[in-house]
């Protein structure tokens, strides 16, 4: 079992020496399934866990799924108490995921990234960096320059807008790994709630704030970002299948 938080070191981030190494050597896509409604936290976790046990156990194919959730907090395993700045305003799960603590809500699109590692090189380091950069292209097609830092998993903005050194975050990575099958993803700002994060200090880092595609002024629809998304994955994992059901 691994469990890769945001404290994880930039240099060990970018240690994948091929990005090749995480697209299947037999192409075999992954079922890509988007869902239309709100999905709550705890169905979402029990879904993931279950498709990994069965990827790990040879009984099901791998899956990218797509989701929204209602306005809610998760803790990730290094969470701290100290940075649930408002525990009564919405509800909290503990996430099992590394990191700290982050919020889902309407306009964030979750994507959950069940994969199975032992045909994509068992490199967990190498995940990390793949789905920034796949968070960083994706945001490219939207004219949005997204960036990796040093001791900072996710991708930021710089926000000269605001100052000379100032930079926001607007995409957060954390995933879990059990027995070379991964789960949990990537969340992506594209018009949530900014003011929700006020709740929290998200993912421990006091320095610097949240963005989204919204508030960089592009107001672009989910189906618009789902849409590069799907031909980023394809471009740094290899195909996808569409699917109707997870």
């Known amino acids: 079992m691994s469990m890769v938080s945001e404290a994880l070191s930039a240099d060990g981030s970018q240690s994948c020496a091929s990005a090749r190494k995480l697209v299947r050597a037999d192409e075999k ?6 869902s239309e409604q709100l999905v709550s936290y705890p169905d979402a976790l029990e879904t993931m866990r279950t498709r990994a046990r069965a990827i790990a156990d040879g009984e099901a194919g791998e899956a990218i799924w797509l989701v929204e959730h209602p306005p809610l907090y998760t803790a990730g395993t290094s ?9 009564d305003r919405f509800p909290v799960f503990e996430a099992g995921r ?3 603590f982050t919020y889902h809500g309407p306009g964030q699109r979750v994507v959950y990234v069940m994969l199975d590692l032992r ?9 990390v960096s793949g789905l920034e950069n796949w968070v960083i292209d994706t945001l490219a097609a939207f004219n949005i320059k ?21 930079e926001d975050k607007i995409a957060a990575i954390g995933v879990r790994v059990s027995r ?13 709630d900014l003011g929700h994060y006020s709740g929290i200090v998200p993912c421990g880092i006091t320095q ?8 960089l002024g592009q107001l672009v629809s989910m189906p618009e970002v789902d849409s590069a998304l799907q031909s980023q994955f394809e471009r740094h994992f290899g195909p996808v299948r569409l699917a109707s059901t997870l």
């Open 29 to 34: 896509p992954a079922n890509w399934f988007i």
């Open 79 to 87: 969470a701290r108490a100290e940075d649930l700045l408002a525990p």
């Open 98 to 100: 590394g990191g700290q």
């Open 119 to 127: 045909e994509r090189g068992r490199d967990v380091r190498c995940l």
């Open 146 to 166: 997204g960036e990796k830092r040093d001791g900072r998993i996710g991708v930021w903005v710089k926000r000269p807008d605001k100052g000379p050194l100032v």
């Open 180 to 192: 070379w099958a991964s789960f949990h993803g990537i969340s992506l700002n594209i018009s949530p």
């Open 208 to 215: 610097h704030g949240v963005t989204s595609f919204e508030d």
